[in-house]
């Protein structure tokens, strides 16, 4: 049986922090709110996963409200995004790179407000979510034209680019040259600057690493 601390704990979980004119509560009344989550998280670890989540979700949504960002943006900046929403993060966008993927969709899907999102996903990633997705996409294409015969417009709209000529000016801003210059460069056997699945997965199985080893060398070498 729960305690009454538990209870009350849960219950507040589960209110709404909202006041009577639909605006969110002040830092003052939220701090307190989502210290006691926490408390009550911790106490349910190894036992009950579903419960931390659903209190980690609510103390995430109480301090990653957009207004507690403009007044207090140090909380904004104090962590990144937590494993499962970077798990979460990497699969929305590897699943969807063909599409237009935007933003406020990853914001969504992460249950995080935008502004929110977008700043734990720079902490955790090391770029923005929009240069992020850029960079899957170009480096998909690499994988493509390196092993396969498609040609470049095939090639763009597989990875999501509006047209071949956008695909061109993003993949020389980040490769440094043009899609076909580099693609005969290659011949055969040419190593890709992407992600190769086995990265891909590793990433989807340990967020932990992602701005460290193998992909902090990567987003350098991209970068540069």
Same mark, same amino acid.
């Given at each position: 049986?729960?305690?009454?601390?538990?209870?009350?704990?849960?219950?507040?979980?589960?209110?709404?922090?909202?006041?009577? !004119?639909?605006?969110?509560?002040?830092?003052?009344?939220?701090?307190?709110?989502?210290?006691?989550?926490?408390?009550?998280?911790?106490?349910?670890?190894?036992?009950?996963?579903?419960?931390?989540?659903?209190?980690?979700?609510?103390?995430?949504?109480?301090?990653?409200? !957009? !207004?507690?960002?403009?007044?207090?943006?140090?909380?904004?900046?104090?962590?990144?995004?937590?494993?499962?929403?970077?798990?979460?993060?990497?699969?929305?966008?590897?699943?969807?790179?063909?599409?237009?993927?935007?933003?406020?969709?990853?914001?969504?899907?992460?249950?995080?407000?935008?502004?929110?999102?977008?700043?734990?996903?720079?902490?955790?990633?090391?770029?923005?979510?929009?240069?992020?997705?850029?960079?899957?996409?170009?480096?998909?294409?690499?994988?493509?034209?390196?092993?396969?015969?498609?040609?470049?417009?095939?090639?763009?709209?597989?990875?999501?680019?509006?047209?071949?000529?956008?695909?061109?000016?993003?993949?020389?801003?980040?490769?440094?040259?043009?899609?076909?210059?580099?693609?005969?460069?290659?011949?055969?056997?040419?190593?890709?600057?992407?992600?190769?699945?086995?990265?891909?997965?590793?990433?989807?199985?340990?967020?932990?690493?992602?701005?460290?080893?193998?992909?902090?060398?990567?987003?350098?070498?991209?970068?540069?």
């Amino acid at each position: 049986m729960k305690s009454t601390t538990s209870v009350a704990v849960v219950e507040m979980a589960q209110a709404p922090a909202f006041g009577p !004119d639909g605006a969110m509560g002040g830092l003052e009344t939220r701090l307190p709110m989502a210290l006691g989550l926490l408390v009550e998280a911790m106490s349910l670890l190894g036992h009950d996963g579903d419960g931390v989540r659903r209190l980690l979700d609510r103390t995430m949504a109480l301090l990653g409200d !957009d !207004d507690a960002d403009e007044e207090h943006p140090a909380i904004a900046r104090l962590a990144g995004l937590a494993p499962w929403r970077a798990q979460r993060a990497i699969v929305f966008v590897e699943q969807r790179l063909s599409t237009n993927i935007r933003a406020a969709e990853l914001a969504r899907d992460a249950r995080l407000s935008r502004s929110y999102f977008s700043r734990s996903f720079k902490m955790t990633f090391g770029v923005a979510p929009n240069i992020y997705v850029l960079r899957r996409r170009v480096a998909l294409a690499q994988e493509m034209m390196r092993t396969t015969d498609e040609p470049l417009c095939q090639v763009s709209a597989a990875c999501g680019f509006s047209d071949q000529a956008h695909f061109s000016r993003v993949f020389r801003r980040f490769i440094g040259t043009s899609p076909r210059a580099w693609r005969r460069a290659q011949g055969c056997g040419g190593r890709t600057a992407g992600l190769d699945p086995d990265q891909v997965a590793e990433l989807v199985e340990d967020p932990s690493g992602l701005r460290q080893g193998w992909y902090g060398r990567l987003a350098m070498e991209v970068a540069a």
